[in-house]
């Protein structure tokens, strides 16, 4: 009973069914390499119906036993439900219950300490828990031991140099995790986003097959290098080994590994895109490619989930040989004479338009001039081609790194992405060498291949029985051993693949072989061969035989050797050379001085080349890159120092990022000045004239802006986020070729009358994933749209203050005497533009009313014993829109009552030089404005040390305008109100409140729900849009402005009786951090300075690439696609011709003996019982042939 429970709970932990332990899906035949329509699946299924039959038949008349698994299902051991670990299974999801989705939730909410208590608890109680200390003392003893001839101890100096990569390694880490972290979080937990890696593999890795050590490999490293490893699987391919598969003991084998979660088997889906978004947040994702195109689908639709969860997620192909493209090519072209050279050729130049960059212009649509590669083989493998490549190179645009493990790899990785770094990773051999003595070559005989069940190890040994085992001495044997394939030289029993005869007798059948066993195997023979016919990556099968110091003969297939690893332990072939592998086979055999060199060679070319410490310097490197990958940023939009105030602030926010080393900067549009280390390219635009794909892109499965827009990049260059900030406001979708799953699109949308245009909002969900506003009142518009508020945040504006406050000193203003002060004027001023929004009708009203009365005003009213105050009015506006001629004459009518204290400079356009000098000749700053977006000379006048007066309680001004006025958070209570809406009569630090409320809209540029300020433009006119809602502004009362114009002066002829030139301003204690979820800044108003903006940036960048993207892209595997749709269409044609020839066979055999049974009952012959005689008297002799021997 504790037995039971034991494995029970040990399924339980690790993710394994009970009831579903096997899985008769299989690698198979060749086109099991590519897809499979669902109904030819099913057509399939239904031909193996009578073999499964015969198969149960004889299992339960010869064998009564039950799989281990069903006995603990009847004893009442629990299995994989949704209460113990349902995130290892996705049957309960498969079948829509709720339980599994019920535990994920609940399960998310854990900590993730809590969750590693828990399976290191459930390891001690199997005694399956190692520590770290165990294992390091393990390994210790493991490479110690005496040396023989051949072999050489390891000295202190290269454990040293191994202290120092591990610590490099680990400093690598802390990197990583600290680049992703805001300035307001700490340092990331082991657990965090910015430590965790998903390792994904086609299967669930199992002992048996040596390609899955590498998976195995990665999660051992990585986990010792600090990082939080899970495993993502698609299919379980159990089938393959043997009928009783049990995949516990290779998932105890992962959990000693390192890994922390088992996620899959998920063939038919991806349930991860269904999970909670923790579940789904990854540092890096590394995956191994796979010519299948399930997975590829399951590959392309997980990854654009998980980077749509974190745009921070680095990905990393690992590709081991050529690439998907070229090794489905050349696995459909055997019989033919194509060098990889000629594919990769021809790969290179059908590479779909829609995914390349700027490098690719010449590349000619047709390829008549290169060798027509694929005109060999059958028009579904044509097909097929073209979704591998789009598929491939789609995962390379995503890729940060991509990884090959040869130099064809690499050199193939940098033809297709040339954007994309692309670095070798070793494979690490299964067997390193030891110090143990070796077999020698006189108690050594035969020659030996070993693998397991697919195409190339199939297909492969084929070749060689045919071509090339006649030619061997006949003397020595040929050991097949592993679950391959080869009819013609072992004959296996349907029923049980270990039992297997050979063909012929110079061969020998072991079937699959414990690791003890298959080692003693390999020294026991003396040569290994692998004479595989289509490229391959490192052959674990040549790596082990060669640890062992057995040479090996193979074809240059082989992914173990290449121009920069050639060793004299072996002898490399080419491919289909069958005279070439026949001698080097022999030549091992017989000549002893030859086999003693390559055996001598064998062992230091494995840890040359495919040792430990080689695979840790390789990994280091990739860490490297990706630690030190900057993130792309991309400002779309003109970007001009001394420009407009959008294009300013592009310049500044490009020039603010580019001193951080964890960004590069590209502008899209024009630059100036330049920047150093920021690149500036061409806008691009939607035009006729752009690159259209060829005509085997099938254009019609692409929106127009993925075939029409032209790339500024290189092939593979991937933007991070691209920000988005110019006039007129556009939204245009961005293609995948250079801003994919993982990329951000944001946009700084300065805006002011109460809720966005309704015709944007279409393309704003389509386009967007973030919309920075300049102030909390414009982010609360976005809301108030129907944006969601959760991918909104506060992007400050800012000014350049060093250009304020570079001459500000040396002003006249600065050097007056008290006198001099007395005499000059207390001089109010604003600039901007000509617009009701601005509120100049207001301000003029209140000046009348204040400033231009006909009587002297009193002492109680100015202080100033009865003499009219010395005040003017300094108006600049530059761009006009929207008020009437009537409203324009009443303004002109106050300015000529006044007597000449206003003074109007209208439509003039000064230099930067002309109006900063106005502005610190001015004392108070008047914004009476009724909607803004942000404020930028309200800020620049606070920065010069200036009085302001403005509106607070529910405007854009309350971000800079509240810190200014209070020291403390319980006086920006009362500065605002408690309901935020009320502001006392109260001035504070030179800041002038105006009460405040918001009210609709009534006159130009409103009409009704409509706003009057879009493209065309004629005559203070422009052309009218509907709104998400009613426009809205502040309504604000002259006689308010009055009271402050009078307030202002007062304070200011008070400074200046005690020498003072500046209102005081407050120590801003009650900022705590940097920046604050919504921009606020810690500096008080000088915090507004761009030079003081760097962390809030960066902070908001960081916000935006960790959250969930929003916007729609393009579906690089869409079903909906026509050429899907096409496919499944040929899919049935190929299924229905079958079907009828099979029909049509059965009908005519039916037929034939319809008309045998006629002609026989014509004749009088009665057929049924002339069979069933003829049957019984076979019977009969039968029975007394047997009873004869059994008397004898």
């Not at 890795?205 to 290098?225: H, M, N, Q």
């Not at 392309?300 to 081991?320: E, Q």
């Not at 003499?867 to 009518?893: A, F, W």
């Amino acid at each position: 009973m504790f037995l039971a429970q034991a494995v029970s709970l040990r399924r339980s932990m690790l993710g394994q069914r009970d009831d579903e332990h096997r899985n008769p899906c299989r690698h198979g035949p060749r086109h099991w390499f590519r897809v499979a329509p669902r109904t030819q699946k099913s057509g399939f299924a239904l031909l193996l119906v009578p073999i499964i039959l015969l198969y149960l038949l004889f299992s339960s008349s010869s064998d009564t036993s039950e799989p281990f698994s069903e006995q603990l299902n009847k004893k009442g051991s629990s299995t994989r439900g949704a209460a113990n670990s349902p995130i290892f299974d996705d049957t309960e999801a498969k079948q829509g219950s709720s339980p599994w989705t019920e535990w994920l939730s609940a399960a998310i909410h854990e900590e993730a300490l809590s969750i590693q208590r828990l399976e290191q608890n459930a390891l001690d109680k199997l005694g399956l828990a190692e520590t770290k200390q165990v294992k390091k003392t393990k390994e210790k003893k493991e490479s110690e031991g005496v040396s023989g001839k051949k072999r050489r101890h390891t000295d202190t100096a290269e454990d040293d140099l191994e202290s120092k990569t591990w610590d490099e390694i680990r400093r690598l880490v802390k990197l990583s995790a600290a680049s992703l972290q805001t300035s307001d979080h700490q340092a990331a937990s082991s657990d965090s986003p910015s430590s965790r890696f998903l390792v994904v593999w086609p299967t669930i890795p199992v002992a048996f097959k040596g390609s899955d050590s590498r998976a195995l490999d990665a999660i051992t490293f990585l986990t010792s290098a600090g990082y939080y490893v899970d495993l993502m699987y698609w299919h379980d391919y159990a089938d393959e080994i043997d009928s009783t598969y049990d995949d516990t003991s290779d998932r105890e084998r992962l959990v000693h590994a390192g890994v922390h979660r088992i996620l899959g088997p998920y063939k038919e889906f991806a349930p991860l895109s269904r999970s909670p978004t923790y579940v789904a947040n990854y540092y890096s994702v590394v995956t191994w490619l796979w010519p299948d195109m399930g997975y590829l689908k399951f590959l392309v639709d997980s990854l654009n989930h998980i980077k749509r969860v974190n745009g921070l997620t680095h990905f990393v192909p690992v590709v081991d040989d050529v690439g998907i493209t070229p090794r489905f090519i050349l696995s459909g072209c055997n019989n033919t004479d194509r060098t990889i050279g000629d594919v990769i050729k021809y790969v290179v130049a059908k590479r779909p338009r829609v995914l390349l960059g700027k490098e690719a212009t010449g590349v000619p649509t047709e390829t008549s001039d290169l060798m027509p590669v694929l005109d060999e083989v059958n028009e579904w493998t044509v097909w097929e081609s073209k979704i591998f490549l789009k598929i491939e190179l789609y995962l390379y645009t995503l890729a940060d790194v991509t990884v090959g493990i040869n130099a064809h790899a690499i050199e193939y990785l940098k033809t297709m992405a040339p954007a994309v770094p692309a670095r070798q990773l070793s494979y690490v051999s299964p067997v390193q060498p030891s110090s143990a003595f070796e077999v020698p070559f006189t108690s050594r005989s035969g020659y030996l291949f070993f693998g397991y069940n697919n195409f190339a190890n199939n297909a492969g040994m084929e070749w060689f029985a045919q071509e090339v085992l006649p030619y061997i001495t006949p003397d020595e044997k040929l050991h097949l051993a592993g679950t391959v394939v080869a009819p013609s030289l072992c004959k296996c029993s349907l029923l049980d693949k270990t039992d297997c005869h050979p063909v012929f007798p110079n061969v020998v059948c072991h079937g699959p072989l414990t690791d003890e066993k298959l080692d003693a195997l390999i020294q026991s023979v003396r040569v290994a061969i692998n004479p595989v016919l289509e490229p391959s990556g490192v052959a674990t099968k040549t790596c082990r035989a060669m640890a062992h110091g057995t040479p090996v003969v193979v074809t240059d297939m082989d992914g173990t050797f290449d121009k920069t690893r050639i060793s004299t332990g072996a002898v490399r072939c080419p491919r289909g050379d069958a005279r070439c592998i026949t001698d080097g086979i022999n030549e091992f055999l017989t000549d002893e001085r030859r086999w003693d060199s390559a055996s001598n060679a064998a062992p230091g070319f494995i840890s040359k080349y495919f040792g430990r410490k080689r695979y840790m310097h390789d990994w280091m490197e990739i860490l490297e890159d990706l630690a030190s990958k900057p993130i792309e940023i991309v400002i779309e939009g003109d970007s001009s120092k001394f420009g407009e105030s959008m294009t300013a602030q592009n310049w500044h926010i490009a020039n603010l990022l580019a001193r951080n080393d964890q960004f590069h900067v590209t502008v899209m549009g024009k630059l100036t000045p330049p920047i150093k280390g920021v690149d500036a390219v061409k806008g691009i635009a939607v035009t006729s004239q752009a690159p259209f794909p060829g005509k085997d892109d099938d254009p019609s499965s692409y929106p127009d802006y993925e075939r029409m827009v032209a790339s500024p990049f290189e092939t593979g260059f991937q933007v991070n986020i691209v920000m988005r900030q110019s006039w007129p406001f556009t939204f245009p979708r961005l293609p995948l070729k250079f801003c994919g799953a993982g990329c951000r699109v944001g946009q700084i949308l300065p805006w002011e009358f109460g809720s966005l245009p309704a015709h944007w909002m279409g393309d704003i969900d389509a386009g967007l994933d973030w919309m920075w506003a300049p102030s909390e009142y414009t982010r609360l518009m976005y809301e108030k749209s129907g944006f969601d508020p959760t991918h909104t945040s506060v992007l400050s504006a800012g000014v350049d203050c060093a250009r304020l406050l570079s001459t500000a000193d040396d002003k006249q203003s600065n050097h007056l005497t008290r006198s001099e002060q007395y005499k000059r004027p207390v001089i109010f001023f604003f600039t901007g533009g000509f617009l009701p929004r601005k509120g100049v009708d207001i301000m003029l009203e209140a000046w009348e009313k204040t400033f231009c009365s006909k009587k002297k005003s009193t002492s109680a009213q100015f202080g100033l014993d009865g003499d009219k105050p010395n005040v003017r009015l300094l108006i600049h506006t530059s761009y006009e829109l929207g008020y009437s001629d009537r409203q324009i004459s009443e303004m002109n009518r106050i300015i000529k009552k006044c007597d000449g204290s206003i003074e109007w400079k209208r439509k003039e356009w000064m230099d930067d030089k002309t109006h900063l000098d106005l502005m610190r000749a001015a004392d108070v700053y008047v914004a009476p404005f009724r909607s803004e977006g942000f404020g930028l000379p309200i800020v620049e006048s606070l920065v010069l040390g200036k009085s302001a007066i403005i509106p607070l309680g529910g405007s854009p001004a309350d971000d800079y305008g509240v810190p200014v006025m209070a020291t403390t958070k319980i006086q920006q209570k009362e500065v605002l109100g408690e309901d935020h809406d009320a502001i006392p009569p109260s001035h504070h630090h030179g800041i002038y409140p105006l009460h405040v409320a918001q009210t609709e809209c009534t006159q130009y540029p409103c009409e009704g729900h409509q706003l009057c300020v879009f493209e065309p433009c004629k005559n203070r006119k422009c052309a009218c849009r509907d709104l998400v809602s009613a426009p809205t502004w502040l309504k604000i009362d002259p006689a308010d402005v009055g009271v402050q114009m009078v307030a202002a002066y007062q304070d200011t002829i008070k400074r200046w009786s005690r020498g003072e030139q500046e209102p005081s301003r407050p120590e801003p204690h009650w900022f705590s951090g940097t920046s604050d979820k919504h921009g606020a800044v810690d500096k008080g108003i000088m915090g507004f300075c761009f030079s003081s903006l760097g962390p809030t940036y960066r902070d908001r960048i960081l916000e935006t690439l960790t959250s969930q993207g929003r916007r729609r892209i393009t579906q690089i595997m869409s079903p909906e696609a026509p050429e899907f749709a096409s496919a499944s269409k040929r899919k049935r044609k190929r299924v229905i011709r079958r079907l009828l020839r099979f029909a049509s066979l059965v009908a005519s055999l039916v037929a034939l003996l319809g008309a045998v049974f006629v002609v026989a009952n014509c004749l009088g012959i009665d057929v049924f019982n002339y069979a069933y005689l003829k049957l019984k008297l076979t019977y009969s002799k039968y029975t007394l042939v047997h009873t004869k021997s059994s008397i004898e």
